[in-house]
C-alpha cells in the first residue's frame, strides 16, 4: 500500500507552512537573533502559575464539564462584560477551548464544508486557511492594502461575495500586520454584512494588546452579535502560551453544536490550565498592564528602528508585531529575509508566508528584550544599507 | 512624561535619552532636561547596579540590624537615624513601625567586621537601647531582581 495515496487531497494540498526553512537555518547559528516567533517572552504571573501548582498539589486532575469549568465560564463572562461590554451567558453561550486556536477549527468546522466559500483577509495568521482547507471548503483571500493600512475595507467584501460565500475570518489586533480596526472602521463593515447570511469568526487573541484607544469587537454591533463567534483566549493577553487555553462565545444555538466536536474530538480543556486561567481573570489584570506598557515602549522603539533603517514602517497598534515595508531594497520578501538571516544572523518572516498580499513586506515581533531589539536593528540597518548600496 | 521616564528608568537606568525619547515620543533634549528637573527635585537620588558580589572575589557581609531607641523630645527618631546612617557602612536605614524603630543595614567585608561596628560604633550611642544583629546567609532576589536565574530564551520555533 503505498501510504500517500491514502491521504486526503485536502490535506496534500494544503502547502506546509513556509516559515520552517528559516527555523532550521537559525538553528544551526550562534548569536542569532529571533524576531521571529510569535509569543511573549514574558514568564506567565507568578500568581497564575502558582494557582496551576496548588490545583495539582490539591490533586484536582480530573475533566471538567466540556465545555470547561463553570467558575472558569462565569469568570470568562465577567470579563466580556466589564472588558469589552460584550453580553455571554456562562452556560450555552461559552465554550473554553484548548487555546484560541481549537476555538477557530471547531468555528470552521461546524459551519462550513465542501461547496462553501470563506473570506479570508490577509495577510493574517496562517491558521486560518489551512483550517478552511481542512474542513474541505474553499477559503477565498481578501488582499489587505497597506495604503489602507491593512483594515478591511467594505467594497473589498462586496468585491469577494459570491452566493457560495458562508463565512469571512477576521483576526484584529492582526497577526503579522499590528492593525487594528476601531469603531468607525467596523461600522463601514457591519453596513455591508449586517443583511448577509455570512458567519463572523472574529479572531480576538491580540485584544488586550492594543495601545492605542479601547479594542473593538464587531460583536459590540447589535446587528452582529447574533452571527457572529469572538475567539478570545490566555496565551498572548496573560502569556500563557504552553498552557493551551483559549476559549469562544456566541450565539447558544452555535456553541451547543461546537461543544459537539470539541467533546469528541477533545473532551475539555486541561484542567491544570482552566485553574490557572481562572486566577489569570480574577487577578492578572496589574501583570496584564505591565507587560502592556513594557510592549509598547519597545514598540515604538522598534518602528522608530525600522524607519531609521531606511524602511517604510506604518504604525502599528496592536499585537506585537512590526510589518516594515521592504520594496526600497528591491529585493524579494524571501530574498529580504534570507539576506538578514545569513549575513546579519537576524531572523524576520518574510510577508507572504502570510499570504499573496504579504508579498514586499517581512514581520518582526517585539515580544523580545530590548538589548535583542537594539542588536537586532543595528545589523538590519547594517543590512539594508549594504543592500541599497548595491 | 515624567512618570513614564521614572518607570523606565526604574528597571535600566543605562537606557539612552534618544531610547527613552522614542519609546515616550518626546525629543531627546525633552529627555535630557525631564531627567535634569527629576534630579534636582530630589526625585531621581540615584543609579544602583544589582551585583552579585558572591561571584566576584571580593565578598561582602550584609547584615540586617533591628534597632531600638529613645526618641528624643523636639527631634523624634531623625536626630538618632542621622547619627546612625551617617556612617558609611549603614547602607540603609528605615523607620519601623511594630516591635523597633529603625532597621539598619550594615555592609562589611567580613562578619566580624561587622559585629564589631555593631558593637562600638552602633549600640554605644545614647538613645539606642538595643541591637539585634541578622546576617545575611543568601540572597534570593534583591530590587525585584533574582540571584542566580540565567536568562535564557527557551521558547521554540513554532508556526504562527
Known sequence: MNIRQMIKPHILNTPPSGIRK??????????????????????????????????????????????????????????????????????????????????????????????DEVLV?????????????????????????????????????????????????MGYPNNPTGATMDYEDYKAIVEVLKDKDIIVISDELYAELTYRGNHVSIAQFPEMKDKTIVINGFSKAFAMTGWRIGFACGPSEAITQMLKIHQYAIMCSPTTAQFAAIEALRNGEPEVKKMVAEYNRRRLLMVDGFRKAGLDCFEPVGAFYVFPD?????????????????????????????????????????ATSIDSIREALTRIKRFVDKVKAG | MKNQILEILRNNSRISDEEIAVMVGATPEAV???????????????????????????????????????????????????????????????????????????????????????????APIESVLSCATHFVLKKYKDNGVVFNRIQKDEREAVIL
Open chain 1, 22 to 115: 528559516y527555523f532550521d537555518m537559525i538553528n544551526e547559528m550562534k548569536d542569532a537573533i529571533s524576531l521571529g516567533i510569535g509569543e511573549p517572552d514574558f514568564e506567565t504571573p507568578w500568581s497564575i502559575r502558582e494557582e496551576g501548582i496548588y490545583s495539582l498539589e490539591k490533586g484536582k486532575t480530573f475533566y471538567s464539564s466540556n465545555a470547561g469549568f463553570i467558575e472558569l465560564r462565569r469568570e470568562i463572562a465577567r470579563y466580556m462584560k466589564s472588558r469589552f461590554s460584550l453580553d455571554y451567558s456562562p452556560t450555552g453561550e461559552i465554550i473554553v477551548t484548548v487555546g484560541g486556536s481549537e476555538a477557530i477549527d471547531i468555528a470552521i468546522r461546524t459551519f462550513v464544508g465542501p461547496g
Open chain 2, 32 to 122: 535630557k532636561a525631564a531627567i535634569k528637573e527629576l534630579e534636582e527635585n530630589g526625585i531621581i537620588i540615584g543609579y544602583n547596579t544589582v551585583i552579585d558580589w558572591e561571584k566576584t572575589e571580593n565578598e561582602i557581609v550584609t547584615a540586617y540590624i533591628e534597632v531600638k531607641v529613645t526618641p528624643q523630645r523636639g527631634q523624634g527618631f531623625d536626630k538618632v537615624a542621622e547619627r546612625i546612617y551617617q556612617f558609611p557602612q549603614v547602607s540603609a536605614c528605615s523607620l519601623m513601625s511594630g516591635g523597633f524603630d529603625l532597621f539598619v543595614v550594615v555592609e562589611g567585608k567580613t562578619m566580624k567586621e561587622v559585629a564589631l561596628f555593631v558593637a562600638e560604633k552602633l
Open chain 1, 326 to 366: 521592504i520594496r526600497s531594497t528591491g529585493l524579494t520578501s524571501d530574498e529580504f529575509c534570507e539576506g538578514l538571516l545569513k549575513e546579519e544572523r537576524v531572523l524576520m518572516v518574510p510577508g507572504n508566508a502570510f499570504g499573496a498580499s504579504g508579498e514586499g513586506f517581512a514581520r518582526a515581533t517585539y
Open chain 1, 121 to 169: 483577509p490577509e495577510p493574517s495568521f496562517v491558521a486560518y486557511k489551512g483550517c478552511v482547507m481542512f474542513s474541505g471548503a474553499t477559503p477565498v483571500p481578501i488582499e489587505l492594502k497597506a495604503e489602507d493600512r491593512f483594515k478591511l475595507q467594505p467594497q473589498q467584501i462586496l468585491d469577494a461575495i459570491t452566493p457560495r460565500t458562508k463565512m469571512i475570518i
